[in-house]
């Protein structure tokens, strides 16, 4: 006796895929929201440096004993740019690698340089608690310490160079490809790429300016055009 077996194979078509839901883009505008906060917090609570003064270490951390609140503000609003930037970042790289040729390195760009910027400012928020605390009982602090801090909280959390890089990738990919639409694409470039060179310069700091206004302006963009 023999036994036949047959095997019956079938095939299914590709689906496509459903519209990309609004959470990852509304967390864009969050991450832009903060990130600019985290920015302001940073000038709120900087030293006065006046010409006719020097500014002692001692005068450091008495200053910032009177501004401990802004330093819990720059804090949270720092790290949450941080964490939000990671959802965006994803759905950004989905978005752009569903509408760009298969081996286009556009999304993965454009994720790459906001994964950076949340490490740099996960970094610029690194030093927050420790010296938030110090500066309530200064007995506890070396003045000269304190001095560092001044400038570390007003220089890592600028560093918005790679959202620059951002900008261009979703700005090629939008002009060449039309991942997006065309006045999204030269918005990116024009604000990306004066990230990108402010942040090269010795003006870096200015990134931080602009780099936020680049990221609401995609964030929104992406949020009204979810299809």
Do not use: C, K
């Amino acid at each position: 006796m023999s036994t036949t077996v047959t095997s019956e194979t079938s095939t299914t078509q590709p689906t496509r895929p459903a519209p990309a839901g609004r959470g990852w883009a509304l967390s864009g505008v969050g991450a832009a929201l903060t990130g600019a906060a985290g920015i302001w917090f940073s000038l709120a609570v900087s030293p006065p440096y006046e010409a006719d003064t020097l500014l002692t270490p001692e005068a450091v951390v008495a200053h910032y004993a009177t501004v401990v609140p802004q330093l819990i503000g720059f804090h949270v609003t720092t790290v949450l740019a941080a964490v939000l930037l990671l959802p965006f970042a994803a759905g950004l790289y989905r978005r752009l690698a569903g509408r760009t040729p298969a081996g286009s390195l556009h999304g993965l760009v454009a994720m790459l340089g906001l994964v950076v910027l949340s490490a740099v400012l996960v970094l610029g928020s690194g030093l927050n608690t420790e010296f938030v605390f110090g500066f309530l009982t200064p007995e506890m602090l070396v003045a000269s310490d304190a001095s560092f801090y001044s400038h570390w909280v007003a220089t890592i959390s600028w560093l918005w160079v790679t959202a620059g890089v951002s900008g261009l990738a979703v700005g090629l990919a939008a002009l060449r490809h039309g991942a997006a639409g065309r006045g999204l694409g030269v918005a990116s470039l024009a604000l990306g790429g004066l990230t990108l060179l402010l942040g090269i310069s010795p003006l870096q700091y200015l990134a931080g300016f602009i780099g936020p206004v680049w990221l609401l302006v995609v964030a929104v963009a992406m949020l009204r055009n979810r299809s």
